[in-house]
């Protein structure tokens, strides 16, 4: 069956260390998404992908880049980890148009100390 | 500023009762709305979408309903069961810019 998988699913690292979060779907989505979910907040858009070589910026993009070199996957790197970007990620893809629903991973806990 | 307000913020009911969640937005120009729900610990699934001319949706035992014109919705569910124990995410998508805005969620707890 086609689907979304993140890794990892839980992650600990130190502020200032570099961190790639995998995303990878099997479902051919041109349209892919990262958001981080904290209490207190709904879901907030970090950055999102139309397309192969696609990048654009969402609300909270400070801090992290993504790159898409294929279909499949959105990899989010946290350039120099703070400790405000502990959260729980959510990565999420979707077909062509926008209006069509998304479909979202399993996230990732992320911890910075 | 596009807004999702949800509410309330927590509900406990019994097993088998009914509940109706409420959400109030003020995204525009308006293309749809969304539930979704997401167990402890897992990603948001999708429940419904409504379009600007769609009132009432329903997936099982869950139904929507939208009115645009006051910029409200509801989520009723029905007949609850210990599994409806999560949060529920009301999202808009706004034409302009294809966004989507979150609210924060209920979280719902079914109790035996």
Redesign the interface.
């Known amino acids: 069956d086609a689907e979304i998988t993140q890794s990892p699913r839980h992650k600990i690292t130190e502020t200032g260390r570099q961190v790639t979060l995998a995303c990878h779907q099997t479902w051919n989505h041109n349209n892919m998404f990262w958001y981080r979910q904290d209490l207190g907040h709904g879901l907030r858009l970090i950055h999102y992908s139309y397309g192969v070589q696609d990048t654009n910026k969402g609300e909270v993009s400070d801090g992290y880049s993504v790159s898409r070199s294929n279909t499949e996957d959105l990899p989010l790197t946290l350039e120099s980890a703070a400790s405000s970007q502990t959260s729980v990620y959510f990565c999420a893809s979707s077909p062509g148009r926008p209006q069509e629903t998304q479909y979202f991973g399993p996230g990732t806990r992320l911890l910075v100390l | 500023k596009n807004q ?1 307000e949800q509410s309330p913020q927590s509900l406990i009911i019994l097993e088998g009762k009914n509940c109706t969640l409420q959400c109030n937005y003020t995204v525009s120009p308006f ?2 709305l ?1 539930w979704y729900k997401q167990d402890t ?6 429940l419904t ?1 409504m ?1 600007f001319s769609e009132n009432t949706k329903s997936n099982g035992r869950y139904t929507a309903t939208l009115d645009a014109d006051t910029k409200q919705s509801s989520l009723h569910i029905t007949a609850s069961q210990l599994s409806d124990s999560a949060s529920y ?1 009301c999202v808009v ?1 706004n034409n302009a810019g ?8 209920t979280r719902l707890m079914v109790k035996p």
């Open positions: 999702v293309s749809n969304r610990g897992r990603g948001p699934v999708s979408i379009t995410i998508l294809n966004m989507l805005t979150f609210g924060g969620g």
